[in-house]
């Protein structure tokens, strides 16, 4: 029987995870078909996931922190930061796991070594990508727009940030892993910070991927070398399919056939 995976977001239609998972089933005859399901309420992912018989799916914003809390089960990276993007039923119970962080550390392989790196936003996707570079001994600050959500970086982040009390350093690597940007013309923070911050990093890259976010725009004015998460979402997509497939696909043609879905 062919098996059914989905992404869970909102916004959801943006996302090419169907594209880039469905060209992996197809290129290489695997018996599966990948669909997007626009979620309001993250407390009905359980039930959702279990009522469209999935055997896995994704899971995009704002839903990553309610898809840790509908697991039975999470493994790996994804217990030591709260957040989940991927899941898996086996045999009925709901599994979680990240494979957001490890998609970014290879994103930013060819910026070369990192040592100071301010993350704006406190969201999912923050706490994955700066866990993760903590745990590479790098250096990472943390800027948002409120205080709630950095409590969760007071004790494993170099410093905290609001808007209201940032002060500025050298960086190797400034990432917008904020929503701004992705459906609207906003910047992660206030115009003369953005520009401040631009102005005393090496290499810029935004979570956001598909359209030049106002943040990436901004850093291109200044010839700063950019990315936009286009890379990331390979990255976290290969190793996603991967556990989709629970192995069964090599993951060198995995990600061969999921970057051929990116010329599409
Ligand atoms: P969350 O909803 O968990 O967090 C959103 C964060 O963005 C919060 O810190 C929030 O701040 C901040 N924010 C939202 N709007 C604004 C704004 N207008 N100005 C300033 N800050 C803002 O989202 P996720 O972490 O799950 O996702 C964030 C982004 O990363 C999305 O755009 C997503 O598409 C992208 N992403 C890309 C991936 C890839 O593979 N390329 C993988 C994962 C995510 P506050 O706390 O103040 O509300």
């Known amino acids: 029987m062919k098996k059914l995976f989905a992404i869970f977001g909102n916004p959801v239609s943006h996302s090419r995870s169907p594209l880039m998972h469905n060209?992996?089933?197809k290129g290489l005859n695997y018996k599966a078909c990948y669909t997007?399901?626009?979620?309001?309420?993250?407390?009905?992912?359980?039930e959702t996931f279990f009522n469209l018989k999935l055997s896995g799916a994704n899971v995009t914003v704002p839903h990553k922190e309610a898809a840790f809390k509908a697991c039975d089960e999470v493994r790996g990276f994804a217990k030591k930061v709260g957040?989940?993007?991927?899941?898996?039923?086996?045999?009925?119970?709901?599994?979680?796991?990240?494979?957001?962080?490890?998609g970014f550390m290879f994103a930013i392989e060819e910026f070369g070594k990192i040592n100071n790196v301010l993350v704006i936003g406190a969201?999912?996707?923050a706490k994955a990508l700066a866990s993760r570079l903590i745990q590479n001994n790098i250096k990472v600050s943390v800027l948002n727009r409120s205080a709630s959500r950095l409590e969760y970086f007071k004790d494993i982040a170099h410093r905290c940030y609001t808007w209201d009390n940032f002060e500025l350093e050298k960086y190797d690597l400034v990432v917008n892993t904020t929503?701004?940007?992705?459906?609207?013309?906003e910047l992660p923070a206030p115009k003369d910070m953005i520009d401040d911050i631009l102005d005393n990093t090496?290499?810029?890259a935004d979570a956001i991927y598909g359209n030049l976010t106002p943040f990436l725009k901004q850093a291109n004015e200044k010839a700063i070398t950019y990315k936009d998460g286009?890379?990331?979402?390979?990255?976290?997509?290969v190793l996603a399919n991967e556990l989709f497939v629970n192995?069964?696909?090599?993951l060198k043609k995995i990600k061969f056939f999921m970057q051929k879905s990116f010329n599409l």
């Open 23 to 25: 060209s992996v089933f």
């Open 36 to 46: 997007r399901v626009h979620l309001l309420d993250g407390t009905k992912l359980r």
């Open 83 to 102: 957040v989940v993007n991927t899941l898996i039923n086996e045999n009925g119970k709901l599994i979680g796991y990240n494979t957001d962080a490890d």
């Open 123 to 125: 969201g999912g996707t």
């Open 179 to 185: 929503s701004a940007g992705l459906k609207d013309d």
């Open 202 to 204: 090496l290499f810029v």
């Open 230 to 237: 286009a890379d990331m979402l390979l990255g976290q997509g």
């Open 247 to 250: 192995k069964e696909l090599k």
